[in-house]
């Protein structure tokens, strides 16, 4: 049994979080047309992250006996100028996600939906990893500039991330 303005909401969730991950999938088709197969590396890793996420709110919701309703999911933005812009795009929007899942919270508290708030704390944790980790990347590529060697040194280190599914909910 789960509060309907909850349903709707962790519905509305999930489709964020698929297109997160279509976006970041988008991101990596770009890096890989650019020969950056690193940084193609880590943004196939965070699409698969992102989807993961959306599979957690899916089994969240069905086990709370809610219905999932599959929406389409917006087409994901092709080119960028640079690869930094492509991290400046990933910060921005990352920066909405933790705004939303911060209004689920509030929505949570609002319904007195204690189960749906405890859900969604590994979640308000998780921003927090993400916003950090984007900004680490920004501020390294700041620093790199136009250095072609220092792009391609953290290509090679970007190559290395590995994927860590999310904990089952
Ligand atoms: Fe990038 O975050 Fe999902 O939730």
């Known amino acids: 049994m789960i509060n309907p303005k909850m ?3 962790l519905n509305s969730q999930i489709n964020e ?3 997160s991950s279509f976006l970041y999938l988008s991101m990596s088709a770009y890096f890989e ?3 950056l197969t690193g940084f193609a590396h880590w943004m196939g890793i965070q699409a698969q992250e992102e989807h ?3 599979m957690k709110f899916y ?3 069905i086990q709370k006996g809610g219905k999932v309703n ?3 999911v917006a087409e994901p933005k092709t080119k960028w100028d640079s690869v930094l812009n492509v991290f400046e795009d990933t910060y921005e929007h990352e920066q909405k996600i933790t705004l939303l899942i911060d209004n689920l919270v ?3 508290i609002e319904v007195k939906d204690h189960a749906s708030n405890s859900f969604l704390q590994w979640f308000v944790t998780e921003q927090v990893e993400e916003e ?3 900004t680490k990347i920004i501020d390294e590529l700041k620093m790199i500039g136009d250095n072609r060697t220092g792009t391609f040194m953290m290509d090679r280190e970007l190559k290395q991330r590995i994927f860590t599914p999310p904990p089952v909910a």
């Open 52 to 54: 993961a996420h959306a």
């Open 33 to 35: 047309s650019v020969s």
């Open 70 to 72: 599959l929406r389409a």
């Open 59 to 61: 089994t969240y919701l």
């Open 106 to 108: 509030n929505l949570a």
């Open 17 to 19: 979080e698929f297109y």
């Open 7 to 9: 349903e709707a909401a």
């Open 132 to 134: 950090s980790n984007v």
